[in-house]
């Protein structure tokens, strides 16, 4: 008979790895309020909530506790778009629900109250780092990072209206000037983007929904237009007269081919100026004029430093024939001839 040999069987995993896990099934989504785990919690995964990437009480190397998520710095102005910058950090790191209070609070003798509070802290300094000073100062004692962004909510969001009415402002009196029309338009749709983000939202599917991004667009387009400069305007009927109507970033491609072209032309002439004058036509050989040489020793021009006179001596005669232009006076000898007729010697 064959003997059979009993397998070994495999180990089950530990119960202890098993206790170090969130239960999702207590994580309360609606009312946000702590929900407390105890000890007695029965685990429902069997992978430690340290280890998981999908926990949020996961940190990756890269988390650490001067790690700035947003940027610029919050002020008093931009609180909008701060606070928009650091939940999208935040929410890719999984953390945001220490913001909206959506993470179970584990009991002081719970397994994951340890790790829930070094999540709650390094949320806190991503919160405390990218604020002005002034701000910095008024939060660095609270006790969690939900009070934190509650508070900062409560003092700098006060409500839509009048930041829109700040908006409007330099929307209204904002121009092309010396910017690119990619660089004005950037400004532009900043500025509409954070208006339409602080305006209430009404779902809405029907054929109204479309006439109004119409009309949006429609209103998008003639600010536009109106606040580029006068050089464009010959362009600004031909964008207005096409049919159908286009949207407004077809009618930025329109301009910004427009402003390539302007800057092309003066460059090709520019080219054919240069490439005229840089190679003058040359004259025939017998009719250009020989360049007399200069003496290197007197600066003098006519010879060549070896027939300078004034190194090598001055020829006899040099510089006395044309003194003045007058003839020169030669002295006359006196002579004694004799006189047939006295019998003496007269002077002549």
């Known amino acids: 008979m064959a003997r059979t040999r009993n397998k070994p069987q495999r180990e089950q995993p530990s119960s202890s790895i098993d206790s170090d896990v969130l239960p999702p099934s207590q994580m309360s989504t609606t009312t946000g309020q702590w929900t407390t785990l105890t000890a007695s919690d029965p685990p429902l995964r069997d992978r430690p909530a340290q280890e998981d990437a999908n926990n949020p009480y996961f940190m990756g190397t890269g988390d650490h506790p001067g790690l700035i998520l947003a940027s610029p710095p919050l002020k008093d102005t931009n609180f909008q778009q701060w606070a928009r910058d650091f939940k999208l950090s935040v929410g890719v790191k999984n953390k945001i629900g220490f913001l909206t209070r959506t993470i179970p609070q584990p009991s002081s003798d719970h397994h994951l109250f340890d790790p829930l509070s070094r999540c709650n802290q390094m949320v806190m300094s991503w919160i405390i780092h990218p604020v002005s000073p002034e701000i910095k100062s008024s939060i660095i004692y609270l006790d969690s990072a939900a009070v934190m962004w509650t508070e900062l909510n409560t003092r700098f969001n006060q409500g839509n209206e009048p930041r829109i009415f700040d908006l409007r402002t330099p929307l209204i009196l904002l121009h092309q000037g010396d910017d690119f029309v990619s660089a004005y338009f950037t400004k532009l749709k900043a500025i509409w983007d954070e208006i339409n983000e602080l305006r209430p939202r009404t779902p809405c599917t029907c054929a109204a929904a479309n006439d109004s ?115 020169t006076v030669h002295p006359v000898t006196a002579s004694v001839l004799p006189s047939p007729e006295l019998g003496s010697q007269a002077a002549i």
């Open 213 to 327: 991004l119409e009309l949006q667009n429609l209103e998008q387009v003639l600010q536009f237009l109106t606040g580029l400069n006068e050089s464009y305007h010959v362009v600004r009927p031909q964008v207005l007269l096409l049919d159908p109507f286009p949207s407004i970033y077809k009618k930025i491609s329109t301009i910004v081919q427009e402003e390539r072209l302007r800057k092309i032309r003066p460059l090709a002439t520019t080219n054919l100026i240069a490439a005229s004058t840089s190679n003058p036509p040359s004259l025939p050989p017998s009719r250009t004029k020989k360049m007399r040489p200069t003496c290197s020793h007197c600066q003098k021009p006519g010879h060549l430093k070896e027939k300078c006179y004034f190194i090598h001596g001055f020829p006899p005669g040099y510089g006395t024939k044309n003194v003045n232009n007058k003839p």
